[in-house]
T-cell receptor
Framework: DVKVTQSSRYLVKRTGEKVFLECVQD?????MFWYRQDPGLGLRLIYF???????EKGDIPEGYSVSREKKERFSLILESASTNQTSMYLC????????????FGEGSRLTVL | AQTVTQSQPEMSVQEAETVTLSCTYD???????LFWYKQPPSRQMILVIR??????QNATENRFSVNFQKAAKSFSLKISDSQLGDAAMYFC???????????FGTGTSLTVIP
């Protein structure tokens, strides 16, 4: 199985701060994803990356950017955090095999004051 | 984009009983994958069960099984002999055969009553 590690479980930031959420996978998988999870809205895709330096916007990319300089690391960046970005952020890597299911990190709960 | 609908925001079940969580999806594709994920409180989301749409046989993993009705675009999860550890948020998800993107439902919060 793929192990996905998110660097911070809980963060508290102030409006306007730059925020980095780090995610590392321990397998050589190309596809990595950042989701935002809010009650009643499920998981919404922010960005995904299918290889180093390759990225695609998901459903809600506004206010976010990503970086993938190495295959194992996929970072989510909030250039100027706002209160409406208070949420749970989930990183995932897609495993191999026929169905290619997602393996998730433990999540990063971000509060923006 | 495909849509996945979970119409039950909350469900409860008595310990040792059986519960069924509903999921419907909308797609024009003929081949795809379906998944159920479990997210325990403050814990990592994990895969419970998966189904390939081209397989008619319903997937089973121990106490977890699915009822896959392709024509109706329905993919329900049955949990038998419910245990306290089954209490979690459950998400249904869809992925097309060739696509990278997963589409998730809004989740069902399952409570197990001792």
């Amino acid at each position: 199985d793929v192990k996905v590690t998110q660097s911070s479980r809980y963060l508290v930031k102030r409006t306007g701060e730059k925020v980095f959420l780090e995610c590392v996978q321990d397998m050589d998988h190309e596809n990595m994803f950042w989701y935002r999870q809010d009650p009643g809205l499920g998981l919404r895709l922010i960005y995904f990356s299918y290889d180093v330096k390759m990225k695609e916007k998901g459903d809600i990319p506004e206010g976010y950017s990503v970086s993938r300089e190495k295959k194992e690391r996929f970072s989510l960046i909030l250039e100027s955090a706002s209160t409406n970005q208070t949420s749970m952020y989930l990183c995932a890597a897609r495993g191999g095999g026929l169905t290619g299911e997602l393996f998730f990190g433990e999540g990063s709960r971000l509060t923006v004051l | 984009a495909q849509t996945v609908t979970q119409s039950q925001p909350e469900m409860s079940v008595q310990e040792a009983e059986t519960v069924t969580l509903s999921c419907t999806y909308d797609t024009s594709e003929s081949d795809y994958y379906l998944f159920w994920y479990k997210q325990p409180p403050s814990r990592q989301m994990i895969l419970v069960i998966r189904q390939e749409a081209y397989k008619q046989q319903n997937a089973t993993e121990n106490r977890f099984s699915v009822n896959f009705q392709k024509a109706a675009k329905s993919f329900s999860l049955k949990i038998s002999d419910s245990q306290l550890g089954d209490a979690a948020m459950y998400f249904c998800a869809y992925r097309s055969l060739t696509g990278n993107q997963f589409y998730f439902g809004t989740g069902t919060s399952l409570t197990v009553i001792p």
